[in-house]
């Protein structure tokens, strides 16, 4: 081991039991981290990157091998490993029935933190996190962001040497992503903490020191990210074509032969070939005569990419989707004109409308509490307007809730199947919940298993399966009764890269048959397979149209390609502005 490293692993093996099944969660796993940096781990869902880190703080014991934090012995002294590292959970637990005051001091109480420093760290902290004028608001009142500053303001208490964070920004927008990582950042910087951060974005791996790279409990490299973006140059490529949607051309290129990876990047589709070498318009896309190729500089999620997926994980999320969906040509399917909610003296949402067209995907975006989520369940019909006109599929949902849910599959933001029940329960329960008995029954049950390929978690309890199946499940849920319409409510917050790969794929072909998708998402990229979207901000509409539309307007001489997020950030601080300027002349 190195001698001053903050964290350190030899051999470490973990195996969790149920009955007579064992899972190796990690094996022979070795590794040290320098002090003062800040180190991803990154893998996909079932990687063990949860088990690491739990082994790391000691709350597990490793089956074999060793682990030394900031030279302790984490088998041997676990207790003092837990008073010297902060460690942030995936879901950090907050009280969501005290205040943000009232939780800090509940922390402060049991990390031992003196008394006589406490005034001085929350200060620094609150005006760190930008949370100082929340101190007395209720944690459950917190946005989704402002909550994952507070569980971050926590951990940070005792301004730990080693923090080590359980994908602290799933859930979160790119504001907020932005606003923690520079929290992280500062706090390398000002205190020379080492930092242990596993994210599902793979972005966030850029802007590592170092990467560590997990997949089925193994290491399977770790190095600067730049060294595993290395490893795929020459093969990354852009490919644009004339006469063809970006979805069909995406779907196409996918089933082209040498193409590992095909992911829509704005107006283009990025490739990731199996071999180096340029790519020929003839081999791809034969039966098209405007196509455009060229190369690009490769990226750390090309890498990941390149090492993990196999053509198989394409070709399944392809097949099975045969569903027999009522076309309506280009008609107005959902129709939103001055929707109002309040709750209370708050109002969630304010004079919003927006109409979604018959086999569109329509995008909600927003920062958290923007009102995306209310505004969905209001569609749903799972919550009341206070005010304004909303019909789907041509019925009032203020007089036609329980007709207008007929038409509509919905996708939930928390995954809210039922825990203790198996797979095969769960997808029977959501099939007699939407009117199927019998023999059409037992042929969707069927149908959901084999083409989200559920069958080894066919009697597996839904709380234990892997993140990626969870969504997957749900996915199936959503489309048991074969909706026209359906509601995505963030559907792949916190899923790995493959995951949300293999969900588009299967959303882009359900649009291609005539759904129509209505989604919200924080992973600002996925905005591109929208045709349109509106952003929100404090329960209003900021801004409405394609996402070509909305790049342009965060174009720049210093900026001339933005990205998505690029605009979403524009457009957020564009408004910030105007309210300051507000204030200012008030």
């Known amino acids: 081991m190195i001698p001053d490293a903050a964290l350190s692993f030899r051999n470490v093996r973990q195996v969790f039991t149920s009955g007579e099944h064992a899972l190796c969660a990690l094996d022979g796993v070795s590794f040290d981290i320098a ?31 060793e682990i030394c934090v900031l030279g302790l012995d984490v088998v041997g002294e676990p207790q003092a490993v837990q008073s010297a590292v902060g460690y942030m959970p995936q879901r950090f637990g907050l009280y969501e029935d005290l205040s943000v005051q009232e939780n800090l001091d509940l922390y402060a109480d049991l990390q031992g933190l003196p008394e006589d420093g406490r005034v ?82 793979l972005d966030e791996a850029e802007r590592c020191d170092e990467v560590l790279l997990l997949h089925q409990g193994k290491l399977l490299g770790q190095g600067p990210p730049a060294d595993f973006s290395a490893e795929v140059r020459g093969r990354i490529f852009q490919v644009g074509a004339e006469g063809i949607s970006h979805r069909q051309l995406q779907t196409r290129l996918s089933q082209a032969p040498g193409v590992l990876d095909a992911l829509v990047e704005g107006e283009t589709v990025r490739l990731v070939m199996d071999e180096a070498g340029e790519p020929k318009a003839a081999s791809l896309l034969p039966d098209l005569d405007e196509v455009h190729i060229k190369p690009a500089a490769p990226r750390f999620e090309d890498a990941f990419v390149a090492r993990l997926k196999t053509r198989h994980d394409s070709a399944a999320a392809l097949g099975g989707l045969d569903l027999h969906i009522d076309s309506h040509g280009d008609e107005e399917v959902i129709q939103v004109h001055r929707l109002l909610r309040r709750f209370g003296d708050f109002i969630a949402v304010n004079d919003v409308s927006f109409s979604v067209r018959s086999g569109e995907i329509f995008g909600l975006l927003g920062a958290n509490g923007a009102g995306k989520t209310t505004t969905f369940r209001m569609l749903c019909g799972l919550l009341p307007a206070s005010g304004g006109e909303l019909s789907v599929a041509g019925h009032d949902l203020h007089t036609a809730r329980a007709e ?18 198996s797979v095969s329960q769960n997808l029977r329960f959501f099939a007699s919940a939407y009117g199927l008995r019998g023999r059409r029954q037992d042929k969707r049950v069927a149908w959901a298993i084999d083409t989200f390929e559920l069958a080894d978690y066919r009697q597996a309890n839904a709380r234990d399966l892997p993140l990626g199946f969870k969504q997957r499940l749900s996915f199936a849920a959503a489309l048991m009764h074969e909706p ?50 509106v952003i929100m901000a404090e329960g209003r509409v900021l801004a409405e149209g394609t996402p070509r539309e909305m790049k342009a307007r965060a174009r720049s001489v210093d900026n001339p390609d933005p990205t998505m997020e690029d605009a979403f950030i524009r457009l957020i601080e564009q408004r910030e502005h105007k309210e300051k300027g507000k204030e200012a002349a008030a």
């Open 35 to 65: 002090p003062g940096r800040v180190s991803g781990l990154i893998g996909p869902d079932g990687a063990g990157k949860t088990t690491l880190m739990r082994l790391a703080c000691g709350l597990l014991r490793p089956a074999l091998g």
């Open 120 to 201: 001085a760290r929350y200060d620094e902290l609150m005006h760190m996190t930008g949370l100082a004028p929340f101190t007395a608001r209720l944690a459950g009142r917190l946005s989704g962001g402002m909550k994952q500053k507070l569980g971050l303001a926590c951990a940070l208490l005792r301004a730990p040497r080693l923090l080590l964070l359980d994908e602290p920004t799933v859930g979160v927008d790119p504001v907020s992503r932005r606003e923690l990582w520079a929290i992280v950042y500062g706090q390398v910087r000002e205190q020379g903490m080492s930092v242990l951060l596993s994210t599902a974005y």
């Open 404 to 421: 207008a849910r007929r038409h509509i599959g919905y996708m939930a933001q928390k995954f809210s199947l039922y825990g203790d029940l």
């Open 484 to 533: 026209e319409i359906l509601f995505l409510d963030e559907p792949t917050s916190g899923v790995d890269p493959l995951a949300r790969r293999e969900f588009w794929v299967r959303t882009n072909a359900l649009a291609e048959a005539g759904v129509t998708v209505l989604v919200t998402t924080h992973f600002m990229e996925e905005a591109n397979y929208c045709d349109r979207l």
